[in-house]
């Protein structure tokens, strides 16, 4: 035979669990809707700065290497609202900024004495 204090107890704590759940699962939700909305707002500045042609390049270098994409997207944006970017960014102009952002390649070479 069970207690039903113990029983009574048992159910507020599987409540109690439940409710923190469903809390944490709310707060996840939201965080992934800000999220989006910021990817968003993003791409709808990337539009207005990159030609066509860029904003090909740069969906390229997602695939290839997201981070530095990020980074390059993040840098752009900036310059945009400093106003310190004049005009739309061409495709030219972003392999020029590719180019200065991406790390040197160094060739190493062995030599077998």
Same mark, same amino acid.
């Given at each position: 035979m069970e207690d039903p204090e113990l029983e009574a107890i048992r159910q507020r704590r599987m409540a109690e669990m439940q409710n923190s759940q469903q809390q944490a699962m709310a707060q996840q939700q939201a965080a992934e809707q800000r999220r989006q909305q910021m990817e968003i707002q993003k791409q #709808? /500045?990337?539009? !207005?700065?990159?030609?066509?042609?860029?904003?090909? =390049? @740069?969906?390229?270098?997602?695939?290839?290497?997201?981070?530095?994409?990020? #980074? /390059?997207?993040? !840098?752009?944006?900036?310059?945009?609202?400093?106003? =310190? @970017?004049?005009?739309?960014v061409?495709?030219?102009m972003l392999r020029n900024i590719l180019r200065q952002i991406a790390p040197q390649h160094r060739e190493i070479t062995i030599e077998r004495r």
């Open positions: #709808m /500045v990337l539009r !207005q700065i990159l030609s066509p042609e860029a904003r090909d =390049r @740069l969906s390229n270098l997602r695939i290839a290497n997201a981070e530095m994409c990020n #980074m /390059v997207e993040m !840098q752009l944006i900036n310059l945009a609202q400093s106003g =310190r @970017l004049q005009g739309i061409t495709d030219d």
